[in-house]
C-alpha cells in the first residue's frame, strides 16, 4: 500500500475500534487509537503473514504485549480475514471469540497477553526461537508507556540486548497517558530513549502518526545487527477523535452512542 | 525397603541430556541456578539449545511462552521458591492460559533446604500451582521416579510443575510402572491409609512398619501427581478405612492434604484425617535432619498422628 492508502486504512481501522468498543459498552479505544498508524503500517506494508494459514511457521510474528489495547488488533485481523468481521460485533459479550484481551484461540494471536509487562520476553522466545531454527522470520513487540513500569520489562530489555535479538523489534506507543494521568504525574519515564540505549538497544525516534516515519523505521529496523531495536513512536492517545485526544478518561472508557456518531463522523473519509 | 540416595536434580539433569539427545526441539532455561539445578548437565551438551536468563525468573518465565508458541519443548528451572512465587503471574497468564508447552521443573522445594532458611523454603509451591488450570503438578518420591516424571512430563502436551528437594533421598522399592495421574499403593492394611508425596513417602513406610509392631495395618499410597489427582484410588483406598494420615514436606494449606480432602468431602466419606505437614508456619534456618525434626514430619510423628487418630475407632 502507498502512504495514502495506508492512511485511509488507518481511518477505517479507527473506525472499527470505535464501533466494537461502543458496541461492547467497555473496552480500551485511547491507546487503540494511538497505535492504529503504527500497527496498520506494520501489517499492511511489513508483517510477513498468511491469514489462510495463521500458523504458518515462516510467519513473522506479532505480540502486543499492552493487551488492553486489542481492539485496533481484532480489526486488522479481521479486515485480513483471520476471522469474520462480524465477530468484532460480540467484542467482550459471553461466548465471543474476541475476549477483552488477547487469547490465543483467536487465529492470529499466538499467546495471551493482558497482564502487562510480560511480552517483550514472550516476544525474545519467539525470536530465539527463530535464530535456533534458522529462520528468517522477524519479531514485533507493541509495547505500552505506562507498562513499562513493570520490572519484567526491563528484565527482558537487558536479556535480548545479551542475547543480541537483532530479529526483534520493540514498538512503544508513547501517548504519554495511562489510566491514573500522564505517565510523567504517575510514574515518570525521562529519558526514555536513554534508559533503551543505556540497555544496549537501537533506538529509532518517530512521530508514531507520520506514516513515512514510520514505514522509514521498520526499514531502518531490519538493517540493524547484533542488537534489538526499539521504536519510540511519539503519539496522541485517542489520535483523530477531538473529544478523545489528550483525554485520560478514555484511556478505558467506552464511547456512548451519541459520542460513536460524532466520532465517525470525525473518522470518515468523505 | 529403601536401598540408594540419590540427588533428585541430579537425576533431573541426566535425563535432560537423555531427552535433549532424543529430541531437539528441547530447550533448557535457568535463572542464574544451573550448577544447583543441575540444568547445567544440558548446557554442557548442548549449549545453543540452553538459555541463562540471569536473575530473572519473571523473564524466564514469559519468555518460555514465547518458546512454546513456536514448537520448541522448555524445560524451565529455578529454585521452586523463585519458579512458583516470583513468577506466578508470569505462570498464569502467559504460561498456562495459552496452555503452552512448558515445564516447570523446581528443585530446592520445602524444609529440607536447610541452613539458606525461611526465605528460600517454599512450602506454599504446590499450592500455587495446582490452582492454575491447565497445569499438571508432579511431585515425585525419589530418584528414579525423578526420571519417569521428567520424561512423562515431556510427553504432555501443556504446562507441568515437577517439585524436586536439594537433599539426597532414599529410592523407594516397588513403586511399579510410572502414570501420571495414577497413585502407587505400596502397602495394604485395613486399619489406617497414609497418603503421602515426595520424602514423605520414605517416612510414611518406616512409619507404616512402626505401627504394624503395634498391629495396625496401614495402607501407603504414593501421590505423585497431584493434579489431575487420582481421585478412583483416594476413594477405593481411604473407602477401607475410618482413618487416614496425609504427609507431605508442604504447607497443611492447600497442598497434598488439601486435593484430598476436597476429594473425600465430595465424596462424603465422613473419615477422621490427620495432617502431617508445616502448620501454617515459616521455615527457618538448621540442617533438614534438625528441621524435619522441629516441623514434625518424620516416622515417628506419623506413627504418633496415626495411633492418636486410630484409637478413637
Redesign the interface.
Known amino acids: 500500500m502507498n502512504e495514502k492508502q495506508l492512511a485511509k486504512k488507518a481511518s477505517q481501522m479507527r473506525r472499527d475500534v470505535i464501533r466494537m468498543i461502543e458496541i461492547a459498552g467497555s473496552g480500551h479505544p485511547g491507546g487503540s487509537l494511538s497505535s492504529t498508524d503504527l500497527l496498520t503500517c506494520l501489517f499492511f506494508n511489513v508483517l510477513r503473514h498468511n491469514p489462510k494459514d495463521p500458523e504458518w ?1 515462516q510467519r513473522d ?1 506479532f ?1 502486543m504485549s499492552k493487551g488492553h489495547c486489542c481492539p485496533i488488533w481484532y480489526a486488522l485481523l479481521a479486515d485480513f480475514g483471520y476471522f469474520p468481521k462480524k465477530e468484532l460485533d460480540s467484542l467482550r459479550s459471553f461466548g465471543a471469540l474476541l475476549q477483552g484481551h488477547p ?2 484461540k483467536i487465529p492470529g494471536i ?6 502487562l ?3 517483550l ?10 535464530r ?2 534458522k529462520k528468517d522470520y522477524r519479531v514485533y513487540c507493541l509495547l505500552g508507556d505506562g507498562e513499562i513500569q513493570e ?2 520489562v526491563w ?2 530489555a ?2 535480548c540486548a ?2 543480541k535479538c537483532d530479529n526483534l523489534c520493540a514498538i512503544l506507543d508513547y501517548n504519554g497517558f495511562q489510566i491514573d494521568g500522564r505517565t510523567q504525574d504517575v510514574m515518570g519515564l525521562e529519558p526514555i530513549a536513554d534508559k533503551w540505549k543505556a540497555f544496549g538497544w537501537e533506538v529509532i525516534e518517530i512521530d508514531g502518526h507520520n506514516i513515512s516515519e514510520i514505514l522509514k523505521a521498520y526499514e531502518k529496523a531490519k538493517g540493524i545487527k547484533n542488537k534489538p531495536t526499539i521504536i519510540i513512536a511519539k503519539t496522541i492517545k485517542g489520535k483523530d477523535v477531538s473529544f478523545m485526544e489528550n483525554v485520560v478518561d478514555f484511556h478505558g472508557r467506552a464511547p456512548t452512542k451519541e459520542e460513536a456518531v460524532i466520532a465517525m463522523k470525525e473518522l470518515s473519509d468523505e | 525397603m529403601s536401598k540408594e540416595m540419590m540427588y533428585q536434580r541430579d537425576v533431573y539433569g541426566k535425563t535432560l541430556v537423555e531427552l535433549g539427545k532424543e529430541d531437539e526441539n528441547i530447550v533448557v532455561l535457568d535463572a542464574d541456578l544451573s550448577g544447583s539445578t543441575r540444568t547445567s548437565f544440558f548446557k554442557r551438551e548442548f549449549p545453543e539449545r540452553f538459555f541463562n536468563f540471569g536473575v530473572a525468573e519473571q523473564n524466564m518465565i514469559s519468555t518460555s511462552s514465547g518458546f512454546a508458541s513456536c514448537g520448541k519443548t522448555v524445560f524451565a528451572s529455578t529454585f521452586a521458591m523463585f519458579a512458583t512465587g516470583r513468577a506466578w503471574d508470569q505462570l498464569r497468564n502467559s504460561v498456562c492460559y495459552s496452555n503452552l508447552n512448558v515445564k516447570l521443573v523446581a528443585t530446592h522445594a520445602g524444609i529440607t533446604v536447610g541452613p539458606d532458611g525461611a526465605t528460600h523454603q517454599a512450602l506454599e509451591d504446590i499450592a500455587l500451582m495446582r490452582v492454575i488450570p491447565n497445569m499438571t503438578v508432579i511431585v515425585p518420591c525419589d530418584g528414579p521416579q525423578t526420571r519417569d516424571a521428567i520424561i512423562a512430563a515431556a510427553k504432555i502436551k501443556g504446562p507441568v510443575y515437577v517439585r524436586l528437594g536439594r537433599a539426597k533421598v532414599a529410592s523407594i522399592e516397588g513403586l511399579g510402572k510410572f502414570e501420571v495421574g495414577r497413585a502407587n499403593v505400596l502397602r495394604k492394611g485395613n486399619d489406617i491409609a497414609i497418603f503421602s508425596c515426595g520424602i514423605m513417602t520414605e517416612q510414611a513406610l518406616i512409619a507404616s512398619e512402626e505401627l504394624a509392631k503395634s498391629q495396625i495395618e496401614c495402607s501407603v499410597v504414593n501421590i505423585h501427581t497431584i493434579k489431575p489427582i487420582d481421585e478412583d484410588r483416594i476413594n477405593e483406598i481411604a473407602g477401607k478405612v475410618k482413618s487416614i494420615v496425609i504427609c507431605e514436606e508442604h504447607s497443611v494449606i492447600g497442598g497434598l492434604g488439601g486435593a484430598i480432602e476436597e476429594v473425600l468431602a465430595r465424596k462424603g466419606l465422613g473419615i477422621r484425617v490427620a495432617r502431617i505437614g508445616v502448620n501454617n508456619r515459616f521455615g527457618q534456618s538448621g540442617s533438614s535432619k534438625d528441621l524435619l525434626k522441629e516441623y514434625k514430619l518424620l516416622a515417628v510423628d506419623i506413627v504418633e498422628a496415626a495411633k492418636k487418630i486410630y484409637s478413637k475407632s
Open positions: 511457521t510474528r505480540h487469547d490465543p499466538d499467546v495471551a497477553s493482558g497482564s509487562g510480560q511480552g520476553s514472550v516476544a525474545m522466545g519467539m525470536a530465539l526461537a527463530g535456533m531454527d520490572g519484567n528484565e527482558a537487558m536479556a545479551h542475547f
